[in-house]
């Protein structure tokens, strides 16, 4: 009795995943052909319907919780790293600020979904500078060669920019237990400035400016 | 004014090509011959780019989604081969 | 009213002019990064990186010349396809050639992966678990 409700309950989980790549498939039809006719948009449906179920593909697990507003900040965040780093690289290759090493490092992630990794690796390797080589499934590392490395410090800003990156996409797709671990570790980051700053002295401004930057991370 | 600076564009393009040429001819490991025919696959496209721009024309947008298929495909392929050569 | 769709014209013209240059720039430090640089990885860098933003930009650029609805949906799919795929790509040649060791690998000034393969079969073989002490 038991093992058919999970079964069932196995099914219902795949056809709610179907719902997005549908959905998304259906979309991808009707912007091909490009006209406003409902000829295209249902045909999109059907075709978008019949293919998921002939070429059968396991369900990712990414449809529990979408927060619109992280999904847009991270688009535009995105695409404000590569239109940035793209200028850097873009000056080294015609010789400006090119070193000659290059680095492999290690990262560990905090995620435990599939799809997160496959999020933040795809977009770390999106941004020039930084490509990934090989992932470890089952230690959650990723292995990113950086190009033209300059400074040391360079390298540690890599490693944080991809933790940021994780931190950002599990706001926006994560599962609720990782958006808490997230929001913890977020809120503890600014408890931390803040006594930093009132340990570095009576020095008001700098006291004010750390907690108005822990306040505005929010 | 708009004509000039897009040949100016135009010919970045075309160096682009010829770099990438180059290096397909040039390359001493399978990898650079299949980046440069990535570099040379956008360097189409965007030099298709341009011609629409130029004549107004937009028929040949399919032509540049399938360009960059073709690119991904291409490279994903000599990956692969390339990889299970080396488990010999 | 129509002087103002004339200065939007004018606008959108030269805002895609300079998209364009944009693209050529970086197609250009393409293809000079495939010329210049001494070693397979660093070429894949420059080969494959900066040429997303040049499609991004071209597209853009076509959008904003002929703007109507199926200009825009074939551009945003082949943006979105080549956001979606050229990451892939550049990793699965990136991993091939790492692991074919065919680049040069003195210019590496720290290398966290090789330092893993080497102590992985080691750890293994001690019994312990097949993670080791959390760098983060």
Known sequence: MAERKQMRRARRFALRALIPTQLSLGLLWFFLWGEWSWSSVLMGLVIATIIPMVFYLPPVGAGERIHVGWVLWYVLRLFIDIVKASFIVAGQAFGIGYSRDNAVIGVRLRTTSDIILTVVAESSTLVPGTLVIDV??????????????RSPEQLEKARKDVLHTEELAILAIGSPEEVRMIREARAARTVAAASDA??????????????????GRR | MMNIVLAIAALMF???VVAAIYRIVRGPAHVDRIVAAD??????????GVWMIVTEDTTLMPVLLALALFAVVGSVSVARFMSQRNDD | MDGLTQITEQVGDGLAVALVLVAGLMSLAAGIGLMRFPD???RLHAG???????VIAICTAIVLRMPSFPILALASL???????????AAHMVGRATYRSESFD?????????????????????????NLKPGKD
């Open chain 1, 136 to 149: 470890d499934r089952e230690s959650r590392d990723l292995y990113l060669h950086v190009f033209s490395v």
């Open chain 1, 198 to 215: 009132d340990a570095a002295g009576p020095d008001g401004a700098a006291g004010a400016d750390a907690s108005a930057k822990g306040k």
């Open chain 2, 14 to 16: 075309a160096v682009a």
């Open chain 2, 39 to 48: 570099v040379l696959t956008a360097a189409i496209v965007c030099l298709l």
């Open chain 3, 40 to 42: 397979t990885l660093t």
């Open chain 3, 48 to 54: 494959a990186k900066p040429q997303v933003l040049g």
């Open chain 3, 78 to 88: 082949v943006v979105l396809f080549q956001m979606l795929t050229q990451p892939i």
């Open chain 3, 105 to 129: 690998k003195s210019t590496l000034i720290l290398d966290e992966l090789a330092e893993e393969i080497d102590e992985a079969p080691a750890r293994r073989k001690a019994g312990k678990p």
